[in-house]
């Protein structure tokens, strides 16, 4: 008897073993597994952090980091062009996967999931007549200044 159990007990260890290299196997012989993961990008006019070119063509500073991240992950980039609008649309919609250079808010840190590592710091530039001296940010205060519309700068700029 004692044997007898020895038996199947070694019987068991072997199909367990089988049943471990065929599941290896089945996922190595997958064509799924080798299957790059296809990433849509929303690309708008931003200069030089993206924009499409002449040609239609995306590029610019994100475009360039995103095609060398999609090397290392194998991933296939589709660019998809729109306006800012519609980009953060399709975003929120989940027509796109990616929107780069986004500025981060608590709002849409609420909708979207952010990177921990800056690709890039945001910047702001002035422009005034050339009787004017400003220095710093300090100087605009009390001053009429033009910005775009709901831009995210200007928002950080009345909270600071």
């Keep these: ?21 065929i599941g290896i ?11 790059s993961k296809t990433v849509k990008v929303g690309i708008y006019n ?4 993206v924009c499409v070119n002449d040609v239609g063509r995306p590029e610019g500073i994100f475009v ?4 060398h991240v999609a090397v290392t992950e194998q991933w296939d980039l589709t660019f998809i062009f ?17 929107l780069p250079a986004i500025a981060y808010s608590k709002v849409r840190a609420k909708k979207f999931n952010f990177t921990y ?7 702001g530039q002035v422009f005034v007549a050339k009787n004017f001296k400003i220095a ?13 519309m709901d ?10």
């Design 1 to 21: 008897m004692k044997a007898s159990n020895e038996i199947i007990a070694k019987r068991g260890r072997k199909i367990k073993i089988l049943a471990v290299y």
């Design 25 to 35: 196997f089945q996922f190595l012989l997958n064509p799924v597994a080798y299957a």
């Design 46 to 49: 931003n200069k030089p952090l």
């Design 64 to 67: 360039d980091f995103l095609e």
């Design 82 to 98: 729109g306006t800012w609008s519609d980009c953060l649309d399709r975003l929120e919609s989940g027509e796109i996967d990616l």
């Design 117 to 123: 590592q800056t690709v890039m710091n945001n910047w």
């Design 136 to 148: 710093s940010v300090l100087d605009l205060d009390l001053k009429k200044i033009a910005v775009k």
């Design 151 to 160: 831009d995210i700068h200007l928002q950080r700029m009345r909270t600071e």
